[in-house]
């Protein structure tokens, strides 16, 4: 696996020089362009790996006892088959693929960052990943509001939350980030929350990973600048969020070309909710005038996005 970070809370916290939390090869963008960075990665691996084959195909003669093994991995770029041709390309023949040992093997590459990036200034570059049909996944760590710069209202921010430059409230609904990429039937869409179920999330990222073509996973991620009211326990507000209908989980297999709503909803718990986290219990006091028709706006919101996921979960039933 090969991580494309964009800048912000999982780059300074989980990698600041000179240590990383990451065991894998990572490298860390500009906030605007990470889902170009890690594109721009997955190409130059497609390029490695045409010269590769390139070398196989002029030299199948030279391959001996091992012709198979060659031969397979030409026609189908598996695990087992790249294992095969990496275990004996110490010894091979064809001395140009030795220098290449390290590109023999499938990559899989994760396209990582915030709502700030994903919902604002890189969402161009991530229209024009998924757009493409490469093999690469995005993963969106959705904290609905920019984090790493202070807490400022983002696109992914929802109406009546109370932030940085939305200090009455934000006076528009969260862009629906999800429903744009399932304008593209060749993308995996999902939403994931680990709190709320932990096996979901498992799966999702499995099968996100083994399907050959873009992926977006948008997961719920509390922050310290939602200011919970019980502190930083964050598994538990996730559960709450995914429980009262705030943050649903589904997926969509463009494989299957079916769409699964993978959470219910119990909504009389939805203000209960809200209400455990400060950028909504201080709109009444920023906002006397206004906070309950926004907060019911917010609910309502909710309600609609849930029926709209329901009802593309029934009608990929009746296919």
Known sequence: MVIANATGCSSIYGASSPVTAYSVP???????????????MKIADNTVKERIRNIIKENLDLTGTEYDIYFNYLNDLSV??????????DHSLLEELKPLKAFIMPRT?????????????????????LSTNENVNILVLDTELYSNTG????????KGSVSKFAYNGKKTLKKDLAKMALAYPNVYVASINLGANPMHTL????????????????????CIAHKIVE????L???????KSGYFPLFHYNPEEQKFYLDSKADF???????????RYRKLKAFNKEHYEELLQDNKQAAVDRYDYLNELNYQSKQK
């Open 26 to 40: 990572w490298a860390n963008s500009l906030f605007e362009d990470n889902a170009e960075f890690g594109l721009g």
């Open 80 to 89: 087992e088959n790249a294992q095969r041709l990496y275990d004996i390309i």
């Open 109 to 129: 590459y994760f396209l990582v960052g915030g709502d700030g990036w994903a919902y604002d200034i890189g969402y161009s570059g991530i229209d024009h990943v």
């Open 151 to 158: 807490g400022q209202v983002s696109k992914s921010s929802h």
């Open 203 to 222: 799966k999702i990222l499995k099968e996100a990973e083994s399907y050959n073509g873009p992926s977006i996973l948008i997961a719920y991620a509390p």
């Open 231 to 234: 502190g930083m326990k964050t």
């Open 236 to 242: 538990d507000e996730e559960k709450k969020a995914t």
């Open 268 to 278: 009389d718990e939805y203000f209960d909710f809200l209400l455990g986290e400060d």
